[in-house]
C-alpha cells in the first residue's frame, strides 16, 4: 500500500439495551447509566474523529432485540452523520439481535454508510482521496437465526492490496445459530483480518491472518467484566499491522473476592469489603457495579447465610456512595466460602453429618462428565423444575457445579445447627 490505513473495528453496540435489576443511588446517574451503550458508542465516534480513521467497521448487533426502540435507532443514525462530517467511511453487517427482518423504522443512513446484503458476500473498496486501500468483504443475517456457514463464501480478490473480512459469527463450533465456522475457514478466505462479531469478549483469535474479535463497547450485566471497547487498527505501506485496545465502557462491572478467613467479626468483613471498594475505584476510575465474592472459610460463614444480615449491609455500602462520581456499588454477594471445619475428619464420625459428607464427597470424586450427569440428574427429579421450563434445561455446567459447591457447605451447616439444637 502506498500509504497506511487506519480503521476502527466495533461491534455489539446493543444501543438500547437497559441494565435490569439494578437499584441507583442517586437518580442523576440513572439518567447516565441509562444511556450507557449510547454513550460507548459516542466515544467510538469521537475516537475515530480523534484518531482520523479513514474507516469504522461495525460486525453486527447494532440493537439487542426485533424490538429496539425509537430513541436508539435515532441515537445511532445520528452518529453516524457525525462521521459522515468527517468523511469517515461506514461498513455495516447486520446480526442475530438486529437482522434485516427486525427493522421497523425506515430512517435514512448518510451516504457514508454502507451495510451489506444477507443473499450474498459483496466486496466494497475502501476508497481514501481516489486511492483504494483496501476491500471490505460483508454478509448480512437475514433473519435472527443463520445456521449456515457463511465465511465459505468469501474469498478474496487476487488483486486486493489489503481484504478485510467482517463477519457477525461463533468461531469454533459446527453447531450454532450463529454462522458457526472455524478457524480454517477464515484462515482459508485470504483475508488480511477478519472483523468479527457476536462474541461480547474482546480477543485476537490469530495474527496471520488477524482474526479478531472487538467484544462490545460496554458491559450489559455482571458477567461482563473488565474493560469493554473497540479495537483501532493501522496498516502501514508495507503490510506491518499496529492494533490498540480502547476502553469506551462508562459503567463497569467488576467482581472481587473476599477471603472470610481471617474475619472474627461483622465490622472486620465489612472492613475488608470497604477496602476492596477503594481498590476498585482507583483501579477503574469510572461508575463500577461489583460483585464481592466471599471465599475461604471461616467463623463468618454462618452470618454471610443470613440474607436480612447482607442485603443490610448492601443498602448501607449503597447509601455511602451517593454523590460521588466514580461510585463503586455493591450490586450482589455471593458466598463462595465454607464453614471453618475439617471435612476429612468430620466424615469420619457415625452420624448424620458424616454420612451426609461421605456422600458429598463420593459425587464430589466422580469425573467431572459423569458428576454433572449426577447432578442434572438430581435437579430434573426436584418437582421445582418444570417451572423453570427451558431455562432448566440451559443452565450451564459452571452454574450446576457452582450450585452444588454452595449447597455441600450450607446442608452441611444447616445439620450441624440442627444437632446443636
Not at 437497559?18 to 437518580?27: K, S
Not at 446517574?29 to 466515544?43: C, E
Amino acid at each position: 500500500m502506498a500509504k497506511s490505513l487506519r480503521f476502527i473495528h466495533c461491534g455489539d453496540l446493543h444501543l438500547g439495551s437497559p441494565f435490569h435489576d439494578i437499584a441507583m443511588v442517586d437518580e442523576r446517574w440513572q439518567r447516565i447509566v441509562g444511556k450507557a451503550p449510547v454513550r460507548a458508542f459516542q466515544k467510538i465516534v469521537q475516537t475515530a474523529i480523534d484518531k482520523e480513521v479513514d474507516a469504522v467497521l461495525i460486525a453486527g448487533d447494532v440493537y439487542t432485540s426485533s424490538s429496539h426502540n425509537l430513541t436508539a435507532q435515532l441515537d445511532y443514525v445520528r452518529l453516524l452523520h457525525k462521521l459522515a462530517q468527517h468523511h469517515i467511511q461506514v461498513f455495516a453487517v447486520l446480526g442475530n439481535h438486529d437482522p434485516l427482518e427486525a427493522w421497523k423504522a425506515r430512517i435514512p443512513f448518510p451516504p457514508n454508510v454502507h451495510v451489506f446484503g444477507t443473499e450474498k458476500v459483496e466486496r466494497i473498496p475502501l476508497i481514501v482521496d481516489g486511492e483504494e486501500l483496501a476491500a471490505v468483504y460483508g454478509q448480512s443475517y437475514a433473519k435472527s437465526e443463520q445456521r449456515d456457514n457463511l465465511a465459505w463464501n468469501f474469498r478474496r480478490t487476487a488483486a486486493d492490496r489489503y481484504a478485510i473480512g467482517l463477519l457477525h459469527t461463533q468461531v469454533g463450533t459446527a453447531q450454532s445459530p450463529y454462522a458457526p465456522c472455524s478457524m480454517t475457514d477464515l484462515k482459508e478466505s485470504g483475508m488480511d483480518y477478519w472483523a468479527l462479531g457476536h462474541v461480547h469478549k474482546h480477543q485476537v483469535l490469530s495474527e496471520k491472518p488477524y482474526v479478531v474479535y472487538a467484544g462490545n463497547p460496554q458491559g450489559l450485566d455482571c458477567t461482563e467484566t473488565g474493560p469493554r471497547g473497540c479495537y483501532y487498527v493501522e496498516v502501514g505501506p508495507y503490510g506491518t499491522v499496529h492494533m490498540e485496545f480502547i476502553d469506551t465502557s462508562i459503567v463497569r462491572w467488576e467482581s472481587a473476592d473476599v477471603p472470610i478467613d481471617n474475619a472474627e467479626s461483622v465490622s472486620e468483613l465489612r472492613d475488608a469489603v470497604r477496602f476492596t471498594k477503594e481498590k476498585v475505584r482507583r483501579e477503574c476510575g469510572k461508575p463500577t457495579f461489583l460483585t464481592i465474592n466471599f471465599t475461604g472459610s471461616g467463623s463468618m460463614y454462618q452470618v454471610i447465610n443470613n440474607p436480612e444480615a447482607t442485603q443490610y449491609w448492601i443498602d448501607a455500602w449503597r447509601e455511602e456512595e451517593a454523590g460521588k462520581y466514580a461510585f463503586v456499588m455493591v450490586q450482589r454477594l455471593r458466598n463462595m466460602a465454607r464453614p471453618r471445619i475439617n471435612a476429612g475428619e468430620r466424615s469420619k464420625l457415625p452420624d448424620t453429618v458424616g454420612d451426609y459428607l461421605n456422600v458429598s464427597d463420593k459425587l464430589d470424586a466422580l469425573p467431572q462428565e459423569e458428576k454433572l450427569k449426577v447432578l442434572r440428574d438430581i435437579l430434573s427429579q426436584r418437582p421445582e423444575f418444570e417451572r423453570l421450563g427451558a431455562y432448566g434445561k440451559s443452565i450451564s455446567d459452571e452454574r450446576i457445579l457452582e450450585a452444588f459447591e454452595k449447597a455441600k457447605w450450607l446442608g452441611m451447616q444447616k445439620l450441624l445447627e440442627d444437632r446443636r439444637g
